[in-house]
T-cell receptor, first 112, second 112 residues
Framework: GDSVTQMEGPVTLSEEAFLTINCTYT??????LFWYVQYPGEGLQLLLK?????DKGSNKGFEATYRKETTSFHLEKGSVQVSDSAVYFC???????????FGKGTKLSVKP | KAGVTQTPRYLIKTRGQQVTLSCSPI?????VSWYQQTPGQGLQFLFE???????NKGNFPGRFSGRQFSNSRSEMNVSTLELGDSALYLC???????????FGSGTRLTVV
């Protein structure tokens, strides 16, 4: 079945460092890809999405490009802030299953 | 517009009891999905409802059930609670034909 694999971390960075969180997927068909963020004690917030190959999703300085040839959707940010500390989830939908399928999540801690 | 509303936010139940959780989707959204989040298993899909019909179901025992009303509000029920049912239960809604899911803040269920 469809699946998402992401680096589990935790990832600890200093403020203003460059962030990459790797995400790869396995899916039948042409899924849409997402990054969600979860702050402590809260639900999931959609960070960005891409619906077809070569699309780039971007929001709040975060970016990810839908790479069909490498089945990847890596999350990047050029300069992280303390406020970016959270758990990040890569997800897909629209493959062989209708629901969202999530990776295990990557906990990011940014130190001042 | 109002987001996805889940009630209650916190719940403590005793093993063997049953519990009902509620989710009010974004106005106009007809699809409601439920997810269970635990530290060990991550985010797991429970079921999805669309126009009062269960459209998709995850791999959970029959103790987990749900329904959707004509106003798109949804409830999920867990009977004969077990300690392992302790989790954050998240509800998400989306518009028809759109894979962009908006999540609520969740209901934190603790079974003692």
């Amino acid at each position: 079945g469809d699946s998402v694999t992401q680096m589990e971390g935790p990832v600890t960075l200093s403020e203003e460092a460059f962030l990459t969180i790797n995400c790869t997927y396995t899916a039948t068909g042409y899924p849409s890809l997402f990054w969600y963020v979860q702050y402590p004690g809260e639900g999931l917030q959609l960070l960005l999405k891409a619906t077809k190959a070569d699309d780039k999703g971007s929001n709040k300085g975060f970016e990810a490009t839908y790479r069909k040839e490498t089945t990847s959707f890596h999350l990047e940010k050029g300069s992280v802030q303390v406020s970016d500390s959270a758990v990040y989830f890569c997800a897909l939908s629209g493959g062989s299953q209708g629901n969202l399928i999530f990776g295990k999540g990557t906990k990011l801690s940014v130190k001042p | 517009k109002a987001g996805v509303t889940q009630t209650p936010r916190y719940l403590i139940k005793t093993r063997g009891q049953q519990v009902t959780l509620s989710c009010s989707p974004i106005s106009g959204h007809r699809s409601v999905s439920w997810y269970q989040q635990t530290p060990g298993q991550g985010l797991q899909f429970l079921f999805e409802y669309f126009s009062e019909t269960q459209r998709n179901k995850g791999n959970f025992p029959g103790r987990f059930s749900g329904r959707q009303f004509s106003n798109s509000r949804s409830e999920m029920n867990v009977s004969t609670l077990e300690l392992g049912d302790s989790a954050l239960y998240l509800c998400a809604s989306s518009a028809a034909g759109d894979y962009g899911y908006t999540f609520g803040s969740g209901t934190r269920l603790t079974v003692v």
